[in-house]
């Protein structure tokens, strides 16, 4: 049984890639960033809607630049430039996250 509150949910491993590390399992898993590393999420099918990313959600951590980019296919998501999440957004239909250290 899990902990999280999501109807929808997905480990990092397998999920996530890039050039941090994910450490943990299930519930506790959790992704390491040193300084100048990020880590990526798949692309996500979101359909047309509003967007709200949260971090350390469920336990504390420390704060990196999170990221996103969306597009209306997965091919113009992952064309599309990142952009610095600062708030809700709505999504074109297809949306992947970024993490970036910011140490």
Do not use: K
Request: glycine letters at 12%.
């Amino acid at each position: 049984m899990t902990g999280v509150q999501e109807a929808n949910t997905a480990t990092f491993t397998g999920n996530w890639t890039g050039t941090g590390e994910i450490s943990g399992a299930g519930d506790a898993e959790t992704i390491c960033l040193s300084v100048g590393e990020y880590m990526e999420s798949e692309v996500i099918v979101t359909g047309t809607l509003t967007v709200e990313l949260l971090q350390n959600n469920y336990a504390a951590g420390d704060d990196v630049l999170l990221r996103y980019r969306h597009g209306a296919s997965e091919a113009a998501c992952l064309a599309a430039s990142w952009t610095n999440y600062t708030g809700v957004f709505d999504s074109l239909g297809y949306v992947q996250v970024r993490l970036e250290s910011t140490l």
